[in-house]
């Protein structure tokens, strides 16, 4: 009984994670830079890119213009990213008067906004088994 219980233990959580996010992050002078991310299930799609209490979150600090984070154990679905680069090194992105950030920032999909930030929609993509890469740019 011990060993069936076993198996079905293996089997459930092999279910439950489908596979890994491998982030590429490009942009100009944030080597040294600390970028903060956050991922975006389906379910919290209505948050996205604002609002990051219900995200899965991350930091790398950047050695060059490129960075790379790798992030395990996501369950198949549907997600958004959101990235910026803490260049001021105060722990928040900055924004101007009109809510504009004034750091680099980027999306899955490479997705902007028009006339503010942009949807998950234009920034979803599909995580599924193995490791799904992604490359964000950042403006």
């Known amino acids: 009984m011990k060993y069936i219980c076993l198996v079905f233990c293996m089997l459930a959580s092999n279910a439950i994670y489908a596979g890994d996010l491998k982030l590429e992050i490009h942009g100009n002078e944030i080597g040294g ?20 209490q219900n995200a899965r979150t991350g930091k790398v600090v950047a050695t060059s213009d490129v960075a790379e984070l790798l992030m395990p154990d996501f369950a198949s679905g549907d997600y ?18 009109l809510g504009i950030p004034t750091e680099p920032v980027g999306m899955s999909r490479d997705a902007k906004g028009r006339f503010g930030p942009p949807s998950y929609s234009d920034a979803v993509f599909k995580i599924t088994d193995g490791i799904t890469p992604v490359k964000i740019q950042l403006h």
């Open 33 to 52: 830079k600390a970028l903060y991310v956050a991922v975006f299930s389906a379910e919290h799609a209505q948050d996205f890119p604002k609002r990051d």
């Open 80 to 97: 958004a990213v959101a990235v910026y680069a803490d260049i001021n090194g105060n722990n928040k992105l900055d924004i101007n008067i």
